[in-house]
C-alpha cells in the first residue's frame, strides 16, 4: 500500500467535523462515559484518581491506559495530575478541538508514570496510542505495547508509544513488524496521522522503536513517578 493509498483510505473513511458537530459528539460521549460523573461539560470525576488510582502494568505484562480521547474523536481532553480528573483543554479561552481528521486509535495516559526532560519527556504521563475500536473516554484499558514512534514537535522530542487493545484482532500481533504483516498499512497510517495533525511542518516524525525500546522508556517512567 503506498502512502498516496493509505492517505485517500483514511480521507474516505473520516471527514473533518464542523466544530459544533465535534462539541456534541464530545458531549455525548461524556455523558455516556461509564463510572465517571460529569461535573460539566469539560470535566469528568472519578472514584480513583486517575494517575495515582490505577497501575501502570498489569501482573502479564501489559500496560493499563486511562483514555482521554477515543479513536475518531477529536476533542483534546487530558488527565490533570494534580486532581486526577480528566478535562477538556481550552486554548485561547476555547475548548481545543484537534481540526484534522479523528484520532486513528484511543489515545491516553498510563498511570503512575512520568517522563521527566532529561530522558526526553515533558513531566507529564506517558503518552500511548492504543489501536482499536473507540471506547468511553475516561477509560481504563488492558493494551499490549508493541514499539514507538519518535517525533520531533517544532524541534523538541515527543515520541508515541505505541498498543494495541486487549481483545481485538490486533492484539495477536507481537511486534510492529507483525503488526504490518498482518494488518498491511496499520503504522503508516498512523504515522501519517501524527505527522500532520498540528498543520504542516511542525511534527516532524524521526522512525520507530522496537518493543524493547518502548519498555525501556516505560520502565524510566514508571522509576521516575516514583
Avoid: C
Avoid at 462539541?23 to 461509564?34: F, G, H, L, M
Avoid at 515533558?122 to 517525533?151: E, M, N, Q, T, W
Wanted: proline share 6%.
Amino acid at each position: 500500500m503506498t502512502r498516496k493509498m493509505v492517505i485517500l483510505l483514511l480521507i474516505g473513511a473520516l471527514a473533518v467535523p464542523s466544530v459544533a458537530f465535534a462539541r456534541q459528539q464530545q458531549q455525548d460521549v461524556v455523558k455516556s462515559a461509564p463510572g465517571l460523573k460529569a461535573v460539566d461539560h469539560y470535566t469528568l470525576v472519578g472514584s480513583k484518581h486517575l494517575l495515582t488510582g490505577y497501575e501502570a502494568l498489569n501482573t502479564d505484562g501489559d500496560i493499563n491506559v486511562v483514555v482521554e480521547i477515543p479513536t475518531g474523536t477529536t476533542a483534546k481532553w487530558q488527565v490533570t495530575p494534580d486532581d486526577g480528573a480528566l478535562k477538556w483543554e481550552f486554548k485561547n479561552g476555547k475548548p481545543r478541538i484537534v481540526k484534522y481528521l479523528g484520532y486513528p486509535g484511543n489515545y491516553g495516559m498510563i498511570p503512575r508514570t512520568l517522563l521527566p526532560e532529561e530522558l526526553g519527556g515533558d513531566g507529564d504521563p506517558l503518552d500511548v496510542i492504543v489501536l482499536g475500536p473507540a471506547v468511553h473516554r475516561g477509560s481504563v484499558v488492558k493494551a499490549k505495547l508493541l514499539g514507538v514512534l519518535k517525533y520531533l514537535d517544532a524541534g523538541e522530542q515527543d515520541d508515541k508509544l505505541f498498543a494495541v487493545l486487549f481483545d481485538t484482532p490486533l492484539y495477536e500481533a507481537n511486534s510492529l513488524k507483525e503488526l504490518d504483516e498482518k494488518f498491511p498499512g496499520v503504522t503508516s497510517i498512523i504515522e501519517i496521522w501524527f505527522s500532520h495533525y498540528k498543520g504542516p511542518g511542525i511534527m516532524e516524525f524521526k522512525g520507530y522503536g522496537d518493543k524493547k525500546e518502548a519498555r525501556e522508556i516505560l520502565n524510566a517512567a514508571i522509576k521516575a513517578f516514583k
